[in-house]
């Protein structure tokens, strides 16, 4: 049978071809109590099960966890975990939105001197089959330059002197 004369027959049962509710158990949750649970986790989104199911029990409704569950399950709300942030105040929003905002143009100041090559990634724009071009390679050098510790101090009468150190840095210096 097609679909054309299925829909005419079921036009003819039943006067309409809207999908019908299927036989089965009936809901234990009403709508109302339905929409009740999805009021109480809009407001307060960390209610447990067993609190939501007090309240179903207060409104003369007891049902299961599973059930509650799946009550909301079907509106759209599933349980996840939380994720941790920072604690934010509308004084701590404001103040970093204005710091961006000044600082919105600024360049960055921070800098990394590297005596030989770079220590991280390099990404380069290149067609395929040209991967060991010249272009398109970083040169390295073997026991490359080596690294320089240098030791400096300020304080609230000044800066002090940069001393370059030799070696390891221990107690002993």
Same mark, same amino acid.
């Given at each position: 049978?097609?679909?054309?004369?299925?829909? %005419?027959?079921?036009?003819?049962?039943?006067?309409?071809?809207?999908?019908?509710?299927?036989?089965?158990?009936?809901?234990?949750? #009403?709508?109302?109590?339905?929409?009740?649970?999805?009021?109480?986790? /809009?407001?307060?989104?960390?209610?447990?099960?067993?609190?939501?199911?007090?309240? #179903?029990?207060?409104?003369?409704?007891?049902?299961?966890?599973?059930? %509650?569950?799946?009550?909301?399950?079907?509106?759209?709300?599933?349980?996840?975990?939380?994720?941790?942030?920072?604690?934010? #105040?509308?004084?701590?929003?404001?103040?970093?939105? &204005?710091?961006?905002?000044?600082?919105?143009?600024? #360049?960055?100041?921070?800098?990394?001197? &590297?005596?030989?090559?770079?220590?991280?990634?390099?990404?380069?724009? *290149?067609?395929?089959?040209?991967?060991?071009?010249?272009?398109? /390679?970083?040169?390295?050098?073997?026991?490359?330059?080596?690294?320089?510790?240098?030791?400096?101090?300020?304080?609230?009468?000044?800066?002090?002197?940069?001393?370059? %150190?030799?070696?390891? *840095?221990?107690?002993? *210096?």
């Amino acid at each position: 049978m097609n679909t054309v004369a299925s829909i %005419i027959r079921k036009w003819k049962k039943s006067g309409t071809s809207r999908i019908l509710p299927r036989a089965g158990r009936p809901a234990k949750l #009403s709508d109302r109590g339905r929409r009740v649970l999805v009021a109480e986790v /809009t407001k307060n989104p960390m209610v447990t099960l067993t609190e939501l199911q007090r309240v #179903s029990v207060e409104r003369g409704e007891p049902s299961r966890r599973t059930t %509650i569950s799946a009550a909301l399950h079907q509106s759209g709300l599933y349980g996840r975990v939380a994720r941790w942030k920072p604690l934010l #105040s509308k004084r701590h929003m404001t103040a970093c939105l &204005e710091f961006v905002k000044r600082h919105l143009k600024d #360049s960055p100041t921070k800098t990394k001197v &590297e005596l030989f090559g770079l220590n991280g990634k390099c990404h380069v724009w *290149m067609k395929p089959g040209t991967t060991h071009h010249l272009a398109n /390679t970083i040169p390295t050098v073997k026991h490359g330059g080596g690294r320089i510790m240098l030791w400096g101090c300020f304080s609230a009468a000044g800066t002090g002197r940069l001393v370059r %150190i030799e070696g390891k *840095m221990n107690a002993a *210096m």
